[in-house]
């Protein structure tokens, strides 16, 4: 049972790989096709993006592929950065780089907790030659956080605060964020289906 994850982002594979181990499954993720042409990410939604993501490298492939179209929507920022979170600081944007220019966006507000609300979106789509594809999606309600917190994780973990607790994504565990977070929940939504679906 092997699945490819079309990323090419260390934090969704890891993430991805604890999940998928518990449930029996093999992970490969762009990491092992070197040669597979990056996907630009045209669409408008994180819906359109996944799909592109998935359907092009399983057609590429003809492999079973789930994509993961993802990123951080600040209620104070209309949603941004949204669909750019990867590249908010622009073309050379880094993990830091994107988590500066997000307190930087911010600073000139007042944050209060209500001002601070945000989610972490995921859109998974499943893609297979000849079948329609799978889609799901789940958010994750947070709040941005004053100051960055923590080592865990990747992207914005160390500026989302999980929930209404004072914690951010960057100080809990792995598995903990694995449970309740925006891929962790859509994860579990695709596996009601998933197993049915890739039957040959
Ligand atoms: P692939 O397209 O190769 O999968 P990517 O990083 O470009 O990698 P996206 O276009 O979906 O993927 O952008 C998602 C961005 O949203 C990601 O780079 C992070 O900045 C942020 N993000 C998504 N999930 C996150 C999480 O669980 N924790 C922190 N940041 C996250």
New binding site residues.
């Given amino acids: 049972k092997k699945i490819l994850i ?4 260390q ?2 594979v890891n ?1 991805f790989r604890d999940m998928f181990t518990t449930l029996g499954y093999e992970i490969e993720s ?1 990491f092992d096709y070197p040669d597979l042409p990056d996907v630009e ?1 045209t669409g408008s939604t994180f819906e359109e ?1 996944a799909r592109l ?1 998935a359907e092009t490298i399983s057609k590429l492939t003809g492999e079973i592929v789930i ?6 929507c600040v209620d104070l920022l209309g949603g941004l950065p949204g ?1 750019w ?2 590249r908010f600081s622009g073309t050379d944007a880094t ?1 830091i780089k ?1 988590n500066v220019k997000l307190l930087h966006e911010l600073a000139s507000t007042e944050l209060t907790p209500k001002r601070r609300a945000a989610h ?1 979106h ?1 859109t998974l789509v499943a893609a297979r030659p000849n079948h329609e594809s799978l889609v799901v999606e789940a958010d994750w309600q947070g709040r941005i956080a004053n100051r960055i917190q923590g080592e865990n ?5 160390p500026l ?1 605060l999980v929930g209404d607790s004072d914690k951010s ?1 960057a100080e809990i565990s792995q598995d903990e ?1 694995n449970r309740i ?3 962790g929940q859509a994860l579990k939504k695709l596996m009601q289906v998933f197993p049915d679906w890739a039957k040959d």
């Avoid at 079309?6 to 982002?9: C, K, V």
Wanted: with cysteine; proline share 0%; aromatic share 12%.
């Fill in positions: 079309a990323t090419r982002n934090g969704k993430e762009l990410e993006n993501k994509s993961d179209d993802s990123g951080l669909i979170s990867h993990d994107n972490f995921c994780g990747f992207g914005y973990d989302f994504a964020k977070s925006h891929r």
